[in-house]
């Protein structure tokens, strides 16, 4: 029997966790009658083919009172079953309008590396007391969030991203326009992120300096926004890597860039379960990453996804590289940063390791795939109705 499933979110950006709740929304709707609720759909570029209903309310807060008192409305007359939430701000809203429905909020993030803002805190205590089930994109998570927020393990489960493999598959097949094949090189360099401190792209610029030496055209193509624009266009000037290193802004198929690509590298300080990564195996792309707080780790290692390395590691699906948590802003290139220069050299001049990690990706996306992602929240559902 079909039950009612809403989804609740705040601003339908062009993000990771909007990309997922879009992704899970498409999927749900195979199975159940499924909502989305939102407080602007905003720039959102994917295909969303559920029902969506915006409450813009949520975006003043002296209005906030009024879109509880709407979604609880809405709750009520699509007889909502379950109600699945996203982010802090909005897991506390589907608890205040709680009606017959259970509640499921979804931690995104590495809560205690990302250190929220004191108020934020509380809201995600008080969620975590009166919700019925917490889901955590990742096991690192959800170890943070037994240790840190001492969550109840009873109710607190690990159901990890998906990407849409179908769609990827649709998108690396779009070719190249006339003016993009200037980005093109036989050493090509992904790396996909807001445009944010933690996301660490100054450091991945840092190192190109060290990698254009010995691969003059080596190319890192930067796809993402964010407010430090201005400060990773400086960087790109100060050490002459105007015709390697390109901020590429927002594309909504960047995909199509990918199977030009050697390797994805990712830099951030933390992430919840980051999808860009899971995104490149899918494209069966060589992957380098921080082993940082959150899902990263994980993904490249499943044997110790906790193990925060000090070197270069080779693991399983991947090679990971010492955090740069803490050393953002230096003006000069660090032990690190030469670090992943060295990582990401070992890709394009080794071809049978590289063939290597291709390979690894092709097996380790079968882990992540769609059918066995969306079992587990169909059990879940399943479990408490």
Same mark, same amino acid.
């Given at each position: ?5 809403? $989804?609740?979110?705040?601003?339908? &950006? ?6 997922? !709740? ?6 749900? +709707? ?46 009520? %007359? ?59 994109? /990742? ?27 179908? $769609? ?19 050493? +090509? !360099? ?42 990773? &266009? ?69 044997? &110790? ?17 010492? /955090?740069?948590?803490? %050393? ?26 590289? &063939? ?5 990706? /092709? ?5 992540? /795939? ?16």
């Amino acid at each position: 029997m079909k039950k009612n499933i809403m $989804l609740l979110i705040g601003n339908l &950006n062009n993000g990771g966790a909007e990309r997922s !709740i879009i992704n899970l929304a498409n999927e749900l +709707m195979k199975y159940h009658n499924v909502i989305l609720v939102c407080a602007d759909k905003c720039s959102f570029d994917y295909d969303c083919n559920v029902k969506t209903i915006e409450i813009l309310e949520f975006n003043s807060k002296h209005k906030r009172l009024k879109a509880i008192k709407k979604l609880k409305k809405i709750k009520k %007359e699509n007889n909502i079953d379950v109600t699945i939430s996203y982010t802090t701000l909005y897991n506390y809203y589907n608890i205040l309008s709680k009606c017959k429905d259970k509640v499921f909020i979804s931690v995104r993030n590495h809560l205690s590396a990302k250190k929220e803002k004191f108020i934020l805190y509380i809201y995600h205590k008080i969620s975590l007391l009166f919700c019925d089930k917490v889901i955590c994109c /990742s096991k690192s998570v959800y170890d943070d969030q037994i240790k840190k927020y001492h969550s109840k393990k009873k109710k607190t489960v690990v159901i990890e991203n998906f990407c849409d493999d179908a $769609l990827i598959n649709k998108c690396i097949k779009e070719k190249i326009e006339e003016n993009e094949k200037k980005y093109i090189s036989n050493n +090509m !360099i992904i790396d996909m992120a807001r445009l944010v401190e933690h996301k660490g792209h100054e450091h991945i610029i840092k190192s190109m300096s060290i990698v254009v030496k010995e691969k003059s055209d080596a190319k890192l193509l930067i796809f993402g926004r964010g407010n430090q624009k201005d400060y990773l &266009n400086d960087l790109i000037d100060k050490y002459n890597l105007k015709n390697n290193v390109f901020l590429m802004s927002y594309y909504k198929n960047p995909f199509k860039f990918f199977k030009y690509a050697k390797c994805m590298v990712l830099a951030s300080d933390y992430e919840g379960f980051p999808n860009v990564l899971i995104e490149a195996i899918n494209c069966d792309l060589p992957i380098i990453s921080t082993s940082s707080y959150g899902g990263s780790i994980e993904i490249i290692d499943d044997e &110790n996804i906790n193990t925060f390395v000090d070197d270069i590691e080779e693991k399983k699906y991947g090679i990971l590289v010492p /955090s740069f948590i803490n %050393e953002h802003n230096k003006d000069y290139i660090t032990l690190k940063e030469q670090l992943l220069a060295k990582a990401i050299l070992m890709i394009l001049n080794d071809n049978n390791k590289r &063939n290597y990690y291709i390979k690894q990706s /092709s097996i380790r996306k079968k882990d992540y /795939s769609k059918n066995v992602i969306i079992k587990k929240w169909l059990n879940l559902i399943n479990e408490v109705i």
